[in-house]
């Protein structure tokens, strides 16, 4: 983990309120991993005062020696609109990488993935560095959701990487209207896999972890939950452990990523 300044790339529209940024790494950022972020710095820190923490999508370059990283920044709020609206060029201040990433097998055979909405970021990195690791794309399988077309990013990437992808709208607009824990939990009735792998809303996770109890499928979430300093300093982004008597965990430093069995959700 190193505090450093980083010049961006790129900055490419994806979607409606969403853009793609490439930014050079500097030290320790190119040994990222699936599921890790970054704490970003948008302006001098006066306005808005809290960096802003964002999950870290791929990395740029030769996937052997990078010399970037990329982001997904979705324009919600003061800090991420003005993040959004960088040129390349723009240098900014960032914390990274940090927190554990996905625990990836050695060997494995389905594996199955679930993104809903910019909670894609990590699992876009994920499904990069499982074909890279030389998972066959057969079998991965993506099911990426979202609330309209609009909110259904990367899906030209994981069909790039010849990953089956199924996706689910809550309004119909693209694919079925459905919440894709739907089918999902059809999906790993009809072939168990040997992993789940899911990155969304508070909502998404929850329900991803129950069907994956009920059907004693292992599970891992990336975390999507506010942060202010990203290191376990302020403790503001605590999580309830399954298990009575045990003390708070902290999305930033014990996760993000968690086995979905050992948290309330």
């Known amino acids: 983990m190193i505090q450093q300044q980083t010049k961006i790339l790129w900055n490419r529209p994806l979607g409606i309120d969403c853009v793609h940024l490439g930014l050079a790494c500097g030290q320790g950022l190119e ?22 923490p964002f999950s870290i999508s791929g990395l740029v370059g030769n996937p052997d020696k990078p010399d970037g ?4 920044v979705k324009a919600v709020g003061e800090g991420t609109r ?5 040129g390349p060029g723009t240098v900014v201040n960032l914390i990274g990488p940090l927190g554990h990433g996905f625990r990836i097998p050695k060997e494995s055979g389905p594996i199955y993935l679930a993104a809903g909405g910019i909670g894609v970021a990590p699992i876009r990195f994920l499904a990069t560095e499982l074909v890279k690791r030389g998972a066959r794309p057969d079998h991965l399988r993506l099911f990426l959701g979202g609330r309209s077309r ?3 990013l990367c899906r030209d990437h994981f069909e790039s990487l010849g990953i089956e992808v199924t996706v689910t709208t809550d309004d119909g607009s693209d694919g079925d209207q459905c919440l894709l824990t739907d089918p999902l939990e059809l999906a790993i009735a009809q072939l168990r896999p040997d992993v789940v792998f899911a990155c969304g809303p508070h909502g998404m996770l929850a329900c991803v972890a129950g069907i994956a109890e009920r059907l004693a499928v292992p599970c891992q979430i990336s975390l999507e939950t506010l942060m202010a300093c990203g290191l376990g300093a302020c403790l503001g982004c605590a999580v309830a452990p399954k298990k009575p008597g045990d003390p708070y965990l902290h999305a930033c430093v014990n996760g ?7 948290l309330v959700l």
């Open 31 to 52: 040994d990222s991993v699936p599921g890790q972020f970054v704490m970003v710095r948008v302006g001098d820190g006066s306005a808005p005062l809290l960096r802003r």
């Open 69 to 72: 990283i990329e982001l997904l």
């Open 82 to 86: 003005a993040l959004a609206q960088m």
């Open 150 to 152: 609009h909110d259904l």
């Open 256 to 262: 993000p990523v968690f086995d979905s069995q050992d």
